[in-house]
Nanobody, 126 residues
Framework: QVQLVESGGGLVQPGGSLRLSCAGS????????MGWFRQAPGKEREFAAA????????YYADSVKGRFTISRDNHATTVYLQMNSLKPEDTAVYYC???????????????????WGQGTQVTVSS
């Protein structure tokens, strides 16, 4: 069955860095665009970053541009989110998303389509 398993979350101080990983299985990983979303307590889910099936195109929400970097290793069937200069407002559960390739614009519009992981908690606090 399709699985997306996030890891790497935790507690980090403001200004610190964290690297999230999402391991995919049960589907043809390199035929899917991949993305990261986040949801803070009491707030709606929001788009953070996305990467096309081959890794050539990346997309970022304005709130994370210049601080977050999305990447993927198709041989390892894993997508990453490097988060630098973290702020308290980055605190959220971060979810991995997979969507059929060619649909990355749909992903950036936060439609909720595709496959989802269970999420990993990121807390930015002193």
């Amino acid at each position: 069955q399709v699985q997306l398993v996030e890891s790497g979350g935790g507690l980090v101080q403001p200004g610190g860095s964290l690297r999230l990983s999402c391991a995919g299985s049960g589907f043809t990983f390199n035929n899917y665009d991949m993305g990261w979303f986040r949801q803070a307590p009491g707030k709606e889910r929001e788009f953070a970053a996305a990467i096309s099936w081959g890794g050539a195109r990346t997309y970022y929400a304005d709130s994370v541009k210049g601080r977050f970097t999305i990447s993927r290793d198709n041989h390892a069937t894993t997508v990453y989110l490097q988060m630098n200069s973290l702020k308290p407002e980055d605190t959220a559960v971060y979810y991995c998303n997979a969507l059929d390739r060619g649909q990355i614009a749909t992903m950036t519009r936060n439609t909720g389509l595709g496959y989802w992981g269970q999420g990993t908690q990121v807390t930015v606090s002193s």
